[in-house]
């Protein structure tokens, strides 16, 4: 079969793609005993004069050789400069290993239980996430940084035509942008290393229409660089937004802008580090002859894969998805899995773990204008989308449009740090850490997976009831009255999503009363009782679960500020 190679052609700097038929003259080594998401093996190829067929495990692959390869003008590779390379293959089986028909997996040998060791691993309700999904989720936050040549010209799309001397920033201080984001809690951050009128912030090699032909240090300067680098020496993580459209570029909207887009793809994923996040927008702009269909987004995620493992590429790629709306708000009912798509996952109709990311700016428009200053949302509307969206098993994507001097407005500045004063305000003490809890169902008696572990404010610890036991009531005394609005709600999902509904009731003069309800829960929800209770106990019922409902938190709180 033919084999894609990614190539630039050192004599001109064109990129490209080429096929080339390959034969095994080498055995593969390396490989690994259960096949991950991302496996690699280590395969040695020779030139084949036969054009032999190469079939590897059954599957079809692409391969993407980093290295300068030289072309002659007819297309085809010289054999004397590509004797032999070693090549490695990334076999992409994202959904084989999420969606797996499999109902369990084996549990884990029960340990004895002491208060320093999490609870064992259970049986796993699929699909589940990867270890990358489960960082996002637990980080809840996330920054976009809408910075480019829209900034200077006072537009939100631009047209694409602009001259590269508009951009002209004094300086970018990105230290500040990072240090701001941290100290509001954010823990991925998201640059637009190119939006739609096509100007890069990195002196990309794929076009004139970048930062390398601005005034901004003189064309050297590499905005995307310092920020990768500044997320790296703040401890967060580094992402970036690649617009698909592009109205600078001569070729978007043909068959030759996917080979333009996937070399832009390589560069940011070579040359900055580890990236966390990459953010690939499905706005194709507003011609309607340009489709969804012309693009080749799973091959912009087998790419961004083999390149940064550890990436997760949303909206438009396998691992997060769109929540529908650019409000910052989750839907009430969220499972953090869907059916995957052809396009994104290679295969369509089975269940994949694919969460959902919620998107707004913190100001009415995307890109900074002057006269949006009185309209910066405040604290207490940050707040109001964070129980909208992390509170409904979402993660919380805030955009923080930098000024032309570099710098984020100090109105918004200040609104992030209310914003996490408030939070820090809302959820300081919880009511039921440590408090006597019991259930009508554990399992292993309470020993490993006891309703104390829902309540000890160790996410490492959860309650689970026994097998085919989907409904269940964990029951916490608060040791006397106190007041609660706010309560907490979180599942162990890295054994799967499983609550499809649950009540809370609060115990009032003796008598249980209903306090509020929900359907999912997932990695968090957040529910606000508009009037606050003062109770002597608090319930939770599970009233349905894909599986053995696994709780890692139960917790409640009182604001009344």
């Known amino acids: ?47 084949s004069e036969g054009g032999e067929e190469l079939v590897f495990l059954g599957k079809k692959i692409s391969i993407f050789y980093l ?43 029960p340990v004895v239980r002491n208060d320093t060791l999490p609870s064992p691993g259970i049986e796993m309700v699929y699909p589940v996430p990867s270890e990358s999904q489960l960082e996002w989720q637990d980080s809840e936050l996330v920054m976009f940084i809408h910075f480019g040549m829209n900034t200077f010209t006072d537009s939100d799309y631009g047209t694409g035509a602009e001259h590269p001397s508009l951009f002209n920033p004094p300086a970018v201080n990105v230290k500040q942008w990072v240090s701001v984001a941290k100290e509001a809690g954010f823990k991925y951050l998201i640059l637009t290393a190119k939006h739609h009128d096509g100007f890069c912030l990195w002196p990309s090699e ?6 390398k032909n601005s005034p901004y240090k003189n064309g050297q300067g590499d905005i995307v660089k310092e920020f990768a680098d500044e997320c790296r020496a703040q401890g967060v993580k580094f992402g970036y937004y690649l617009s698909i459209w592009d109205m600078n570029s ?3 909207g043909t068959n030759a802008y996917n080979a333009y887009y996937l070399a832009q793809t390589l560069e940011l994923c070579t040359k900055y580090g580890e990236v966390g996040e990459i953010w690939l927008d499905g706005f194709l702009g507003r011609n309607p002859s340009v489709t969804h269909s012309q693009f080749d987004w799973l091959g912009f995620a087998q790419l961004s894969k083999s390149l940064q493992p550890k990436s997760l590429m949303a909206i438009m790629g396998p691992d997060i998805r769109w929540v529908g709306n650019e409000d910052g708000v989750g839907s009430e009912t969220d499972w953090s899995f869907t059916w995957s798509h052809t396009s994104h996952h290679g295969i369509g109709n089975v269940e994949v773990w694919w969460p959902t990311e919620c998107d707004v700016s913190i100001r009415p428009s995307w890109f900074y204008h002057d006269y949006q200053d009185p309209y910066v949302k405040t604290p207490a509307q940050l707040v109001d989308l964070y129980l909208k969206s992390v509170g409904r098993n979402s993660n919380l994507l805030l955009n923080v449009p930098p000024m032309r001097d570099g710098n984020f407005n100090e109105i918004d500045v200040a609104s992030l740090k209310g914003f996490r004063t408030l939070l820090n305000e809302i959820f300081a003490l919880d009511l039921l850490k440590g408090k006597k809890a019991i259930a009508n169902n554990s399992r292993e ?50 054994y799967g999503q499983r609550v499809r509904g649950f009540e809370i009731q609060g115990q009032i003069n003796g008598s249980w009363v209903y306090l509020t309800e929900g359907t999912t829960i997932g990695r968090s929800r957040i529910l606000k009782l508009e009037v606050p209770m003062e109770v002597t106990k608090l319930k939770l019922v599970i009233k349905d679960s894909r599986g053995a409902p696994a709780i890692r938190t139960f917790s409640a709180f009182y604001y009344n500020k």
């Open 206 to 211: 794929q076009t004139e229409h970048s930062v």
């Open 250 to 252: 001569p070729v978007y």
């Open 1 to 47: 079969m033919d084999l894609k190679f990614f190539y630039r052609e050192q004599t001109t700097g064109n990129t490209g793609w080429i096929s080339v038929n390959f034969g095994i003259t080498n055995p593969i080594y390396g490989k690994p005993e259960k096949y991950s998401p991302n496996a690699g093996f280590s395969v040695l190829f020779h030139l």
């Open 67 to 109: 290295s300068p390869i030289k072309i002659n003008k007819t297309g085809m590779i010289y054999k004397h400069s590509l004797q032999s390379v070693m090549i490695t293959v990334m076999i992409m089986l994202l959904p084989l290993t999420s969606c797996t028909t499999s109902p369990v997996e084996p549990v884990v040998p």
């Open 445 to 494: 008696g309470d020993t490993l997976w006891g309703p104390s572990c829902a309540v000890d404010g160790d996410g490492r610890t959860f309650w689970v009831t026994d097998h085919g036991i989907k409904k269940a009531e964990l029951e916490v005394d608060l040791g006397g009255n106190a007041k609660v609005n706010y309560f907490r709600i979180e599942e162990a999902i890295r």
